[in-house]
């Protein structure tokens, strides 16, 4: 069973930066590439940022500019970078398969603890 395992959060000022890192106990990311998610208490999980297994690259809008998204494929891990955080990027953060393999309907991967990141002066 492939466990997931997010690390990197923290409490930041506004205007601050994170690095966040996901390890994957397994290569399911050349597999079905690796996404990274958020949800904030009260709110759905919601995509944030996300390679594909051919290396395609996307956004969310709201984090276009601000957050970069790595990979390490010889350590299996994936990184994200966020810069210029916002209160509104307070949230749980977790990493899974990217889409359309996550999506509402599943993902071919068990959550993880998820790392939470809070954005308050």
């Known amino acids: 069973q492939v466990l997931l395992v997010e690390s990197g959060g923290g409490l930041v000022q506004p205007g601050g930066s994170l690095r966040l890192s996901c390890a994957a106990s397994?290569?399911?990311?050349?597999?079905?590439?690796v996404g990274w998610y958020r949800q904030a208490p009260g709110d759905q999980r919601e995509p944030v940022a996300h390679i594909t297994r051919d290396a395609i690259i996307n956004y969310a809008d709201s984090v276009k500019g601000r957050f970069t998204i790595s990979r390490d494929s010889a350590k299996d891990t994936v990184y994200l970078q966020m810069n210029s955080l916002k209160p509104e990027d307070t949230a749980v953060y977790y990493c899974?398969?990217?889409?359309?393999?996550?999506?509402?309907?599943?993902?071919?991967?068990?959550w993880g603890q998820g790392t939470q990141v809070t954005v308050s002066s």
């Open positions: 397994g290569s399911i990311f050349s597999i079905y590439g």
């Open positions: 899974n398969a990217a889409p359309p393999y996550c999506s509402e309907n599943g993902c071919p991967v068990g």
